[in-house]
């Protein structure tokens, strides 16, 4: 079985530019996550969605940071401008149901370096 | 706020060395303990879910135990493909989907 798919592996890109990370989630999972994980500050989550529908953004560090599921198969995390602090790698997650003991699934991760 | 500590920051062992990661939390109503694990370059993988207090899980050399304040991560005859970052990860009773993640331990296995 495919798992959390994420698309580009690694994007280098100069301040100031957009920059969009995708994640296709595992098949039925009805929950997808994103995350940021750096040295200083581990991992955290930047936002939640839960059938399509963005539940919790409390994690989203700033207005430069959007993220959309469009439908149930596909989402994008897009920062626009991107500024160097923004390096990190960014993980999407994905899980199935809602009662609170679910497993979260990670994808293998965007390595983003911003110049 | 759920919190949740990794110790030691780093282990380094000799092949066939046992040992134990230690992950201590402070959590509202503990809906479960989660252990990952992280290759260099990968995403976290998971390994075990721990709900009560006494519960204990096993996985190849691997076992994880479960009390009120800690979960411990027992390393038996560790191998150098046992060489990963291991993720511990708390879900608290204030949520029904968000994780607090430990630092990590960097567990190194020397052949």
């Known amino acids: 079985d495919a798992g959390v798919i994420q698309s580009p592996r690694h994007e280098v890109t100069e301040m100031g530019q957009e920059v969009t990370l995708r994640c296709k989630p595992i098949s039925g999972h009805n929950s997808l996550f994103w995350y940021r994980q750096t040295m200083m500050r581990g991992l955290e989550l930047l936002i939640y969605?839960?059938?399509?529908?963005?539940?919790?953004d409390s994690g989203m560090p700033e207005d430069r940071f959007s993220a959309k599921m469009p439908n149930a198969s596909f989402s994008t995390l897009k920062i626009q401008p991107s500024e160097p602090r923004d390096s990190a790698v960014y993980f999407c997650?994905?899980?199935?149901?809602?009662?609170?003991?679910?497993?979260?699934?990670f994808g293998p991760g965007t390595r983003l370096l911003v110049l | 706020e759920d919190q949740v500590t990794q110790s030691p920051e780093a282990l380094r062992l000799q092949e066939g060395e046992s040992s134990s990661l230690n992950c201590s939390y402070t959590?509202?109503?503990?809906?479960?303990l989660f252990w990952y694990r992280q290759d260099p370059g990968k995403g976290p993988e998971f390994l075990f879910t721990l709900y009560s207090a006494g519960e204990e899980k096993e996985k190849e050399r691997l076992k994880a135990t479960l009390t009120k304040k800690e979960s411990f991560l027992h390393i038996t005859a560790p191998k150098p493909e046992d060489s990963a970052t291991y993720l511990c990860?708390?879900?608290?009773?204030?949520?029904?989907?968000?994780?607090?993640f430990g630092k990590g331990t960097l567990l190194t296995v020397n052949p």
């Open positions: 969605f839960n059938n399509n529908v963005p539940i919790d």
């Open positions: 990860a708390v879900r608290g009773g204030g949520s029904n989907y968000k994780l607090t």
């Open positions: 959590v509202s109503g503990l809906r479960g």
């Open positions: 997650a994905s899980s199935a149901g809602t009662s609170g003991q679910e497993t979260q699934y």
